[in-house]
């Protein structure tokens, strides 16, 4: 087989040459196995054979270097597998990742023992069987969850959907796999808002857009509330204008009902996102919004491009939906309700979108600018 001597030498050698020679026979038979590419059946009988006697007899290094060499062959049965699992040693996690193909029963072993590196580097493949997806999702552990987190090759829908949202609340790396996904529902990391950064804030509103949203129980706290629009903006950016946070922390713990550690999390977030959640769940506009987001974002940079997201999405997220936003904050709400039918994102045409950026990003921006002049309110530095 493979160039090499009978089977009957092979044995000769080990039994007359010593430790030494055998580790040197594995190693180079692995390698050479693994460079053959595809084997006939009889072949891989046959190399199964010699190496089942040659493993036991080796060195442990030599067996785990034979062993890394074996694990890139494209002909590994299900015998050669365990063979290569059972020696690896500490390449197990890249060999788990790295096979061209794997069974069902050697990764379900793996899972077995409890080995979370090696489950974690299984997440990871492509090729999972549902049988061995539930093992996975049934292990507790974030290293594993992360690692299904980034792999797109999984549906996210049904329990699976379920155990990742649930996930991303725990963990914010798994938050932030999760939002990277085009696949997945960014409006299920609602919880994890102050866990992102800020595109990914922002891709966590777009998600409510033109969408309906269950009954958000702290809407009712929201209508109960005697606070006038024009004059929560004024006071606002007020505050804002003199960087007085701690300030409006107090405030927006004593209108929204949220913890103040949340409403100094908002108050502090420069990016703005947070704070317009707040806005709009208290029905601003985007003339009123905008007057206090500009004040109260960074001015380290160009904002204007900020601005104009901000704009479009208070015309493009409802009141209950920032609401149901904040409800989802303070844990009220069951995220999974949204994928209900009725609650599913709204779908728009390519004409719409078209429409849509056909229109002046900045348009409602300069007005909003061009009024703050007007008016004499000084811009905060």
């Not at 060999?95 to 979370?116: C, G, H, N, Q, Y």
């Not at 904050?329 to 979108?353: C, I, M, Q």
């Amino acid at each position: 087989m493979l160039g090499f001597q009978p089977y009957e030498t092979f044995q000769l050698l080990i039994e007359t040459g010593g430790i030494d020679r055998t580790n040197t026979l594995l190693v180079a038979a692995c390698d050479a196995y693994a460079r053959r590419g595809r084997a006939t059946q009889a072949e891989t009988d046959q190399f199964f054979a010699l190496a089942a006697r040659l493993f036991p007899a080796a060195a442990p290094s030599a067996r785990a270097k034979a062993a890394a060499a074996l694990g890139r062959s494209e002909s590994l049965s299900a015998e050669l597998e365990e063979l290569v699992v059972a020696n690896v040693g500490e390449d197990l996690s890249e060999f788990m990742v790295a096979a061209p193909r794997l069974s069902e029963a050697t990764m379900l072993k793996v899972i077995s023992t409890s080995d979370v590196p090696g489950a974690a580097a299984i997440a990871r493949r492509s090729d999972l069987t549902n049988v061995v997806l539930a093992k996975l999702f049934q292990m507790n552990s974030r290293k594993v969850y992360r690692a299904l987190a980034t792999n797109t090759s999984i549906a996210t829908r049904g329990p699976y959907l379920a155990a990742l949202a649930r996930s991303a609340q725990m963990d914010h790396q798994v938050a932030w796999s999760l939002a990277a996904r085009d696949d997945f529902d960014a409006a299920l990391l609602a919880p994890a808002f102050f866990d992102l950064n800020e595109s990914d804030r922002i891709k966590v509103i777009r998600a409510f857009s033109m969408r309906a949203t269950p009954e958000a129980p702290i809407k009712k706290t929201l209508e109960q509330l005697s606070v006038a629009t024009d004059e929560l903006t004024r006071a606002l950016m007020k505050l804002f204008a003199e960087n007085r946070r701690p300030e409006v922390t107090k405030l927006l713990h004593q209108i929204t009902g949220l913890d103040e550690v949340r409403c100094g999390q908002i108050s502090h977030d420069t990016s703005g996102a947070a704070l317009f959640v707040v806005l709009r769940a208290f029905g601003c506009s985007a003339y009123d919004g905008l007057k206090v987001l500009i004040h109260a974002t960074s001015h380290d940079e160009d904002r204007s491009q900020a601005l104009s997201t901000f704009s479009k999405l208070f015309e493009s997220v409802s009141v209950d939906a920032t609401a149901y936003l904040m409800s989802a904050w303070r844990g009220e709400v069951n995220l999974l309700d949204l994928g209900k039918p009725e609650y599913r994102p709204f779908a728009e045409t390519r004409r719409s979108a078209a429409a849509a950026a056909a229109q002046s990003p900045n348009e409602q921006v300069d007005k909003t600018i061009e009024a703050l002049s007007r008016i004499g309110i000084r811009k905060a530095g």
